[in-house]
């Protein structure tokens, strides 16, 4: 969550032997999403032709958020998914960030930043570490850097498409689902007990939240430096095992 895997899916979709999903996070494998769901083959969340297609591509983050989703992968190797899995990561200090900004409501203080749950997210051997009980090749795992991935898509791309053993295609550029800073009119709306939604119907509530964030400051929350310092004593020989496991070069996050 919060390391680029709108923006891949969207590249990786204009391959034409890749099809994508109908909804880009279906989470069929997850308990929370898979409740809310009519599907009951998987199969049906795709337009899958033999003809034309080689792999089908699902981009639902609640796959590797353990441990408020458990048994993903035991659900997919008992359903008879072998899948490639390409894993997006990001600093993962600047991914708790992100995240906390793109959640954040009226209740969440400064310390919700070190929330468990953030942290977790943010334990990249953690999450892969639930797989290896059932996916135990290595070859079958792609990890992709968020910031290679905002800055050489193409390079990515063909890296990937390499990987997949397809022809190479030029992706378009795609930032998508990028977090967007709330106003300062915002920031302090939430301290007071009401909330904008509440008091003006929903289409007008979101297009003065737009307005707002067009044309007044903007602020985002970030972690201190005392923060940033726990949640690297908290997660660093996670960071440094999923370094070490698939040769990534962690040392670019200062860990």
């Known amino acids: 969550m919060k390391a680029g895997t709108t923006t891949l899916f969207e590249m990786l979709s204009e391959h034409p032997k890749i099809c994508s999903s109908k909804n880009k996070e279906p989470g069929f494998f997850c308990n929370t999403l898979r409740d809310n769901s009519c599907e009951t083959e998987y199969s049906n ?15 639902s983050t609640c796959y590797t958020k353990y441990p408020d989703e458990i048994d993903v992968p035991k659900r997919m190797y008992e359903y008879g998914i072998r899948p490639k899995i390409i894993f997006s990561v990001r600093n993962p200090l600047r991914r708790i960030e992100s995240q906390f900004n793109f959640e954040k409501n009226k209740d969440w203080g400064p310390d919700y930043l ?4 953030l942290l977790h997210y943010s334990m990249y051997f953690l999450q892969m570490h639930q797989y290896f009980k059932y996916f135990d090749d290595m070859d079958d795992y792609f990890i992709v850097d968020f910031q290679d991935l905002i800055d050489r898509q193409n390079t990515v791309s063909k ?8 022809d190479n295609i030029d992706t378009e550029y795609v930032n998508k689902n990028k977090t967007k ?6 920031s302090t ?15 007008i509530s979101k297009i003065a939240k737009n307005v707002l964030r067009t044309y007044t400051p903007q602020v985002k929350s970030s972690l201190s430096e005392d923060q940033s310092q726990k949640v690297k004593k908290w997660i660093r020989r996670d960071i440094e ?9 962690i040392g670019n996050w200062g860990f």
Do not use: N, V
């Open 159 to 166: 890296r990937i498409f390499d990987w997949l053993g397809l």
């Open 181 to 186: 800073p709330i106003s300062i009119f915002e």
């Open 45 to 59: 969340l795709f337009d899958y032709s033999d003809c034309a297609h080689e792999y089908c591509l699902d981009a």
């Open 114 to 117: 070190l929330d468990a749950r």
């Open 241 to 249: 095992r999923f370094g070490s496991t698939f040769g990534f070069p």
């Open 189 to 203: 709306a939430q301290k007071f007990p009401f909330e904008m939604s509440k008091i003006l119907p929903k289409s």
